[in-house]
């Protein structure tokens, strides 16, 4: 249980990092300042923003759902099921579908 504590920890930090970085870049969009450069930030911070939220959460789901004397394999395999699903989702998504504001 250790090792999911950790992981949420780490992807606490990770969440809160990409977050500023995702949010920071769309207030420069929004205020026209460093144009380019926010655009590239916002396109590149929104895969790892949802995905570090979706682990912290996740860990913390798992936390609170098991008793950390028992293995739990078959939840761990669902959330990590879960996640992946969304991570192709995503990467679907950004990479098939138009830029519409181009």
Request: net charge positive; charged share 15%.
């Amino acid at each position: 249980m250790n090792t999911i504590q950790n992981i949420k920890k780490i992807a606490l930090i990770f969440f809160i990092v990409t977050g500023i970085l995702h949010l920071g870049s769309s207030a420069f969009i929004a205020n026209e300042i460093f144009l380019r450069e926010a655009h590239i930030l916002n396109k590149t911070m929104d895969i790892p923003f949802i995905l570090t939220g979706l682990i912290y959460g996740f860990a913390s789901l798992r936390i609170a759902l098991t008793d950390p004397s028992k293995k739990h394999k078959v939840l761990d395999i669902i959330l990590i099921s879960v996640i992946i699903v969304v991570l192709v989702g995503l990467l679907i998504v950004n990479l098939l579908l138009p830029d519409l504001s181009t």
